[in-house]
């Protein structure tokens, strides 16, 4: 197994020093764009979705080198009852183990910012399904 990549000091990360929300003195960085660090654990591809909590990248496990959905806690939720809520999240997911249920890969935090990394699973939304194929039989 090949060693995963690390962040070089041109590349920007996120870790305990860091507010991925600040703007750079020279340059804005939108900080979950496609090559950024998070943490010294993940490395973000691609933009999957925003919903209600969380925004949602697909990214590389650098331990593993592989897939996942990191699911990172919305700034504006990052309240006392926000961050509670995702915990809970995070627990019930770590606890199910069914074949309907994408699995949970970790969970924690970096510069305090909670994230969320789940199984990856390709191929189309639910949404998409039905635009493109219409109604569903039960």
């Known amino acids: 197994m090949s060693e995963p990549d690390a962040p070089s000091d041109e590349q920007r990360t996120f870790d305990d020093d860091d507010d991925p929300w600040a703007p750079e003195p020279t340059e804005v960085v939108d900080p979950f764009s496609p090559g950024f660090f998070f943490g010294d654990r993940f490395r973000i591809d691609a933009p999957l979705g925003t919903g209600a909590m969380g925004a949602v990248?697909?990214?590389?496990?650098?331990?593993?080198?592989?897939?996942?959905?990191?699911?990172?806690?919305?700034?504006?939720?990052?309240?006392?009852?926000?961050?509670?809520?995702?915990?809970?999240?995070?627990?019930?997911?770590?606890?199910?183990?069914?074949?309907?249920?994408?699995?949970?890969?970790?969970f924690g935090h970096a510069k305090s910012v909670p994230w969320l990394a789940m199984e990856l699973v390709e191929g189309e939304t639910l949404g998409q399904r039905i635009r493109r194929a219409g109604k569903l039989e039960p």
Do not use: M, N
């Open 57 to 106: 990248y697909r990214a590389t496990d650098l331990r593993t080198q592989q897939p996942v959905a990191l699911k990172v806690l919305l700034r504006d939720k990052q309240d006392g009852e926000g961050r509670q809520r995702f915990a809970r999240e995070a627990q019930i997911l770590s606890d199910l183990d069914h074949p309907g249920v994408v699995g949970i890969r970790g």
